[in-house]
């Protein structure tokens, strides 16, 4: 499917779901979609559609999915979304699954976004936001089973509030090239988690928990939707950042960091 999203979508009040995603839509998101009251649903990633995302789309009350990012499957770009996540986010106390990924988002996540506590799916990848890595700030959303935030401009330290994200299955912190300091111990306290990504974030330094390192038998893993029954453990094998099949520097070879 070609062409651009008309306005007149906003006529079509008793519209609850729109699923147009990975066709090759062109231009931008109009403002009136934000009218449909009763939409549950907008699934449009993996277009070509550029601008940014007007306010207006994050004031429906009923909406539970915002699909806009990329179909990775694809091996290609999609949308071309930029500017920055209005603060109005906060105000979708029903929205479980939000994926930006794979445009050309910036600035910093708004404080809003911790309001969001139906939050599962949260997906921020591959963009240019930027500021300190943000649990403390997301450690509200404790519903959040996916957690991507991979290739951004992040910085700083994994600060503490993980421990609140009890339910998390994957948590993908890779090609962060500005995340510093030490694994949190609060990782062994994520009982759900069978995905977690460190690697391409080479400043990180620390000793992975053996509770983690049951992550890399994926024999006994079976993949199924949004992740859920996955095993997977990445992260750079090195000094700084040892353990499980990795072998950590003696302590007369080099002073071991421990988490």
Do not use: W
């Not at 906003?10 to 779901?17: P, R, T, Y």
């Not at 603060?87 to 809003?112: I, Q, W, Y």
């Not at 330290?157 to 949190?184: K, N, Q, W, Y």
């Amino acid at each position: 499917m070609t062409g651009t999203l008309p306005t007149e979508l906003g006529l079509m009040q008793h519209l609850v779901f729109i699923g147009l995603g990975n066709n090759q839509i062109t231009g931008s998101i109009p403002s009136e979609i934000g009218l449909l009251s009763k939409l549950s649903g907008l699934s449009i990633g993996g277009n070509l559609i550029t601008g940014t995302l007007a306010s207006e789309l994050f004031m429906m009350p009923s909406l539970q999915k915002l699909i806009v990012g990329s179909n990775s499957l694809r091996g290609v770009r999609g949308n071309l979304l930029t500017g920055s996540l209005p603060s109005h986010v906060g105000r979708m106390s029903m929205l479980a699954h939000l994926e930006l990924d794979d445009n050309f988002f910036t600035g910093k996540l708004p404080t809003e976004l911790s309001q969001v506590t139906q939050l599962k799916q949260l997906f921020l990848q591959h963009n240019s936001f930027h500021g300190t890595v943000p649990i403390r700030e997301l450690q509200n959303l404790t519903a959040l089973e996916q957690l991507r935030l991979e290739g951004n401009d992040f910085s700083g330290r994994i600060s503490a509030g993980l421990e609140h994200m009890s339910d998390l299955v994957v948590l993908d912190l890779s090609s962060l090239p500005f995340l510093t300091g030490t694994l949190p111990s609060e990782l062994t306290l994520l009982t759900s988690l069978r995905h977690l990504n460190i690697s391409g974030s080479s400043s990180l330094a620390g000793t992975l928990p053996e509770e983690i390192c049951v992550l890399q038998n994926a024999s006994s893993c079976k993949y199924g939707a949004y992740g859920t029954k996955m095993c997977f453990l990445g992260f750079d094998c090195s000094d700084q950042l040892c353990g499980c099949d990795c072998r950590c520097p003696a302590a007369n070879e080099s002073v071991r960091l421990l988490i």
